[in-house]
């Protein structure tokens, strides 16, 4: 998934750089820093809770990797992330190891073919980003005048 983010007054910004680089890398770097962490809190508030099997795994899961200064990922470690996000179709179920599919704690015999209906998107992470873009703008845009301020442009 891509997000694209516009940020205002960049090209003042990207003037200053070739001014002075150590500033504005120091400057975007705090920025980039600060608008991960926002999504990444967006994002935990907005992952679903399965509350009937203990829940909270999705959200333990979601982190953000500082990759370079100027970049920052952020990532849900759930193996099913993609298809909370996403959703999937209706698909066939069928056992591993065993003959059948049982829920043996519940006392559940499935069968030894299950047709699931497919899960519904749950967009969460799409959902953080929207909230976030206007913080991560600010963040950026103080960035950018911390920059003019120090260089005096």
């Not at 680089?21 to 809770?49: D, W, Y």
């Not at 992330?81 to 209706?90: A, H, K, L, N």
């Not at 998107?121 to 950026?140: C, D, I, L, W």
Request: aromatic share 4%; proline share 5%; charged share 25%.
């Amino acid at each position: 998934m891509n997000v694209k983010v516009e940020i205002p007054g960049l090209d003042k910004l990207l003037a200053a750089v070739k001014k002075a680089p150590a500033v504005t890398l120091a400057e975007v770097s705090k920025a980039v820093q600060k608008s991960a962490l926002t999504v990444q809190s967006a994002a935990i508030k907005e992952a679903p809770v399965n509350k009937g099997h203990g829940g909270g795994n999705l959200r333990q899961n979601i982190k953000v990797t500082q990759m370079t200064k100027t970049r920052a990922v952020i990532t849900s470690r759930a193996p099913y992330s993609i298809f909370v996000e996403e959703g999937t179709r209706p698909h066939l179920i069928r056992p591993k190891v065993k003959k059948a599919l049982a829920d043996r704690r519940n006392k559940l015999f499935f069968g030894k073919l299950v047709h699931h209906p497919g899960t519904k998107a749950n967009p969460y992470m799409q959902r953080a980003m929207k909230q976030s873009q206007g913080k991560v703008t600010e963040f950026f845009k103080l960035a950018m005048v911390n920059v003019i301020k120090t260089l005096k442009i």
